[in-house]
């Protein structure tokens, strides 16, 4: 008789599983279609950063230099074709934030501008108000007759060159922690329980498979499953909203190995709850009981520093989180997976941790 | 013929807790025969057959498989049989073919799907769901499993349960089939008639006991031997004659 494989049996569970997931709708809406959702939605709102809306009074003069300057700030968006009233009734509710009527002069004071601001929009008034102010005191500079005494103040303005930080750098990095977070809690926990629910397992007992076989056979599918599914998000992030991969294809590799540890330790909880869970109604209160607070949490949509002071000791803990923080660094400083020891190490703890209660709480039968 | 024993069972006792599942029973198997446990439900049967299939512990007792010890050798007897469980589901979403292909891994043996399709009539359900067969199909696409290693022994758990007669039919023929081709048989029924057609012999096991083995037509025999009469007289056909007879003996796909 022919040795027997139990390497030919771990790739025969492993082929059989890959095509079972790819076949499941949960598992690629889970890995890919939320995650891609999430992306798109947030990267659409991030391009638009903050615009303040000015309606242009009807009789405003609008051919002279302070508004052709005033027009060329990136963040105003002059209205003009709207009637007076409508200007007035948008303005009182907030959908434009001010209106403005220049009027020129041929002599000192070249210029009169009467802003109307609105309580209804004070913040981005506020806004308005200190671009007119450095406006003026440039013009105001620049027009000095040269006998005039220096000016009290001088005001010297630079900009740091840095990298743009998108929305896109911040959201995508959670959305795949996400991603990784569901398909390996709620797959591993589904495909298990449904395999000794439906004794699928006990007839794989009847052949000589070894027990690891059929672990490790889960793990490489799923695992596989989740990577690419990891590479689809990074590379449509990268190509379709301009994610930041910094040093190029090794970034990306880095926040492979990044995704593979990530989800080989939410597998972890997937063993676990498919322990725990009695049937497959409860899986999901199970899983979501661990998922949902770490996607709440562990700054998948916003920085934990958002969240009140006795709540971020909490968040800072979560394995999530330190995968985030961990992907953000590599992606968008690039960071070396070295310079990421720390969260490493956290999360190599929860691996620990989560693998022991695994063994305990896991059933074959 | 020669009554070689290939599964031999010497007081074997199960125990869950308190309950006594099985009660020190023992019997052989012998080579080339439709072997038939029957019994009530929670008689034992299923416990005994998976007992033998190195799928349960004993609490004691002895027990060879074709001359390997269960306790010893699990997974040389592993190689050797064919288990159909009662009621077991196979992996979510593949078809037909890619489930002949996961077991042929499992076992380590290479044999195309449509090979073993071929031997059950399921060729034209390769690239079908196993939810998506009826019953009889379902029942054997289950054995065609079993026979992926060429086995020596196969265990079938209640496989015409829920069936109707066509099918059940087609199926005793493909288990007389898997007999002749060499392989022995052990077989759990609810269904005397059943039993009465297939199996060489049988063994009647009732509260975790054997109670008796022998042959269907010994065992009929002794029983009319002590006087035994059927209340209501034996016609020469019986009501599923009658069904079969007005239905056609041709299996149904639905």
């Given at each position: 008789m022919k040795k027997y494989s139990n390497f030919k049996a771990t790739l025969a569970i492993a082929k059989a599983s890959f095509r079972s997931i790819t076949r499941s709708p949960s598992s690629v809406v889970f890995t890919l279609l939320f995650p891609l959702i999430f992306i798109l939605v947030f990267g659409f709102i991030g391009g638009s950063t903050v615009s303040v809306d000015i309606g242009v009074a009807?009789?405003?003069?609008?051919?002279n230099q302070l508004f052709d300057s005033l027009k060329k700030i990136s963040i105003i968006n002059f209205i003009q074709d709207q009637s007076t009233a409508d200007m007035n009734a948008n303005l009182s509710k907030g959908h434009i934030d001010a209106i403005m009527d220049i009027e020129k002069h041929?002599?000192?004071?070249y210029y009169t501008v009467n802003v109307q601001y609105t309580k209804a929009s004070q913040e981005k008034g506020n806004i308005l108000q200190s671009l007119l102010r450095t406006m003026f005191y440039k013009m105001d500079i620049a027009t000095r007759?040269?006998?005039?005494?220096?000016?009290?103040a001088e005001l010297k303005e630079t900009t740091v060159s840095g990298?743009?930080?998108?929305t896109i750098d911040f959201i995508l990095p959670g959305q795949l922690g996400f991603s990784l977070l569901s398909t390996g809690v709620f797959g591993t926990a589904f495909v298990f329980l449904s395999l000794r629910m439906t004794l699928v397992i006990k007839r794989f007992f009847a052949?000589?498979?070894?027990k690891y076989s059929i672990v490790v056979g889960e793990a490489m599918a799923r695992i596989t499953f989740a990577l690419i599914g990891a590479a689809f998000i990074l590379l449509i992030g990268r190509f379709?909203?301009?994610?930041?991969?910094?040093?190029?294809f090794v970034t990306f590799i880095n926040m492979m190995i990044l995704s593979f540890i990530g989800v080989v330790i939410f597998m972890g909880f997937g063993f676990t709850v498919s322990g725990i869970a009695k049937n497959e109604s409860s899986v999901p209160p199970i899983a979501n009981l661990i998922t949902l607070p770490q996607f709440l949490l562990?700054?998948?949509?916003?920085?934990?520093?958002?969240?009140?002071t006795w709540l971020q000791p909490i968040c800072k803990v979560l394995p999530l989180t330190f995968l985030n923080d961990a992907m953000r660094r590599v992606a968008?400083?690039?960071?070396?997976l070295w310079d990421v020891n720390h969260q490493l190490f956290y999360l190599l703890l929860w691996g620990i941790g989560i693998y022991a209660v695994a063994v305990k709480m896991f059933k074959w039968e | 013929m020669a009554k070689q024993p290939i599964i031999t069972v010497k007081n074997l006792v199960k125990n869950y807790g308190d309950f006594?599942?099985?009660?020190?029973i023992s019997f052989e198997v012998y080579e080339g025969e439709i072997f038939g446990l029957l019994g009530?439900?929670?008689?034992?049967k299923t416990t005994t057959l998976e007992i033998i299939e190195t799928l349960r512990d004993k609490t004691s007792g002895h027990i060879t498989v074709d001359g390997f010890d269960i306790e010893k050798d699990a997974d040389s007897i592993k190689k050797r049989i064919g288990v159909q469980l009662q009621a077991a589901g196979y992996y979510?979403?593949?078809?037909l073919s890619e489930l002949i292909a996961l077991f042929s891994g499992l076992y380590g043996i290479d044999k195309t799907p449509m090979e073993m399709l071929e031997k059950v009539a399921l060729t034209d359900k390769?690239?079908?769901?196993?939810?998506?067969?009826s019953g009889g199909q379902k029942q054997r696409f289950s054995i065609a499993t079993t026979l992926i290693n060429d086995p020596r022994i196969i265990f079938l758990d209640e496989?015409?349960?829920?069936?109707?007669p066509q099918a059940r039919r087609n199926l005793w023929d493909l288990i007389r089939e898997i007999r002749d081709n060499g392989t022995t048989v052990v077989i759990t029924t609810h269904y005397m008639d059943e039993a009465e057609i297939l199996c060489d012999r049988v063994a009647f096991i009732d509260g975790g006991k054997i109670i008796d083995i022998d042959t269907p037509d010994n065992f009929i025999d002794k029983l009319v031997a002590t006087g035994f009469e059927r209340q209501k007289q034996v016609k020469l056909a019986n009501l599923e004659d009658v069904f079969i007879n007005l239905t056609g003996k041709e299996w149904r796909e639905g």
């Open positions: 009807k009789n405003s003069d609008i051919h041929d002599t000192a004071p007759p040269s006998n005039a005494p220096p000016p009290v990298r743009e930080y998108k052949t000589p498979v070894k379709a909203f301009g994610f930041t991969l910094i040093h190029g562990s700054g998948t949509f916003f920085t934990i520093s958002a969240f009140p968008f400083e690039g960071a070396s | 006594k599942a099985v009660q020190d009530p439900n929670g008689a034992g979510p979403n593949l078809n390769a690239k079908a769901k196993y939810k998506e067969l496989p015409t349960t829920g069936l109707d």
